[in-house]
């Protein structure tokens, strides 16, 4: 099991270093000017240059991937032009919101998606129509999604805050804010977590051992979360880890739905003013994370069904 860690880590930190490196890439080719977007169009030739000497900008773009690498390893991810402070002390204030974002998100969806693939295999006419429902979900938008639930719950119905984000010194008051953004996210994914948790069930229903339990009289509920639930959640914990990403990226873009101060206004913001550190670090960030989700499901597999770590 350690063997199987190990190298599961090791991949990770090689996918990390070749997304860096893409995202480094990808923002040389990126339109506009930085030091055009700070000084403007009027600004002389002498402060144009003296900015990009400041930035770095005029050094060849091989001496500064590898000055970015070198400050990677130091956890230094470079200094903002837009606010002109540390970029990973810029990410660090943002990036709590965003993470409660995603957990509540992905808290929510698991607590709609597996309940309803339980009921929709203990009742045929349930199960037609949490289908159907699921693949309208599945088919709308996120941002839409959030949309529809601000004017019902916020705008026509006053039962949650329409946007904002008060601080976490009154917890309560933030999970109320937090409530419709999250509920965006967890319906916008439950229906693919309950499509594939169905899925599973009915494979893991067929089984022998299944047949076995139902034989001795055991009561179909229990079947279903002694024998049929863990078994059936393998498949599950693989989706997880790419629904973590999902998740995280829907996040920032119901983070401007919603108006919350987390790391997609902060994205934004690094892309108008053509922030090359910010935006490198972001993106960094954010790939850091989507790699965590799905080490961490492979991790989990792996104690669940001990088989794959000597596969």
């Keep these: 099991m350690a063997a199987y860690a190990l190298r599961r880590l090791l ?20 339109p506009g000017d930085p030091v055009q977007a700070i000084l403007g169009l009027e600004a002389s030739p002498e402060a144009r240059a003296a ?23 130091q956890l230094d991810l470079g200094e903002s032009i837009r606010y002109a402070k540390p970029v990973l002390a810029l990410i660090l204030e943002r990036l709590p919101l965003t993470l409660a974002l ?44 959030g949309v529809v639930l601000l004017y019902a719950l916020a705008v026509h119905l006053p039962l949650f805050p329409a946007g904002g984000f008060p601080g976490w010194d009154r917890p309560l008051e933030a999970l109320r804010h937090l409530f419709l953004p999250a509920l965006t996210l967890a319906l916008a994914r439950a229906a693919i977590l309950f499509r594939m948790a169905r899925a599973s069930l009915l494979e893991v229903m067929g089984q022998d051992y299944i047949r076995t339990a ?21 498949p599950l914990v693989t989706v997880l880890g790419l629904e973590g990403g999902f998740l995280l990226t829907g996040a920032v873009i119901v983070e401007a739905v919603f108006a919350l101060p987390g790391m997609g206004s902060l994205a934004l ?4 003013a053509r922030d090359y550190p910010l935006l ?32």
Aim: net charge positive; hydrophobic share 60%.
């Design 11 to 30: 991949l990770a930190l090689a996918t990390l270093w070749l997304a860096g490196s893409l995202v480094f890439l990808f923002l040389l080719l990126l």
């Design 214 to 234: 139902r034989a001795k009289g055991v009561p179909e509920g229990w079947v279903l979360l002694k024998h049929a639930l863990r078994p059936a959640s393998l």
């Design 51 to 73: 900015l990009e000497r400041s930035l770095g900008l005029d050094r060849p773009p091989l001496e500064r991937y590898l000055a970015w690498l070198w400050g990677l390893l």
């Design 102 to 145: 995603t957990a509540l998100g992905l808290l929510g969806a698991l607590s709609l998606a597996l309940p309803l693939a339980l009921l929709a295999l203990r009742h045929r006419a349930l199960d037609l129509l949490l289908g159907g429902l699921m693949a309208l979900l599945q088919s709308l938008p996120t941002f839409f999604l």
């Design 269 to 272: 913001t690094a892309l108008e």
């Design 280 to 311: 490198q670090g972001l993106v960094l960030v954010l790939s850091a994370l989507i790699v965590a989700f799905n080490l961490a499901a492979d991790l989990l597999y792996s104690l669940l069904d001990p088989r794959v770590a000597y596969a």
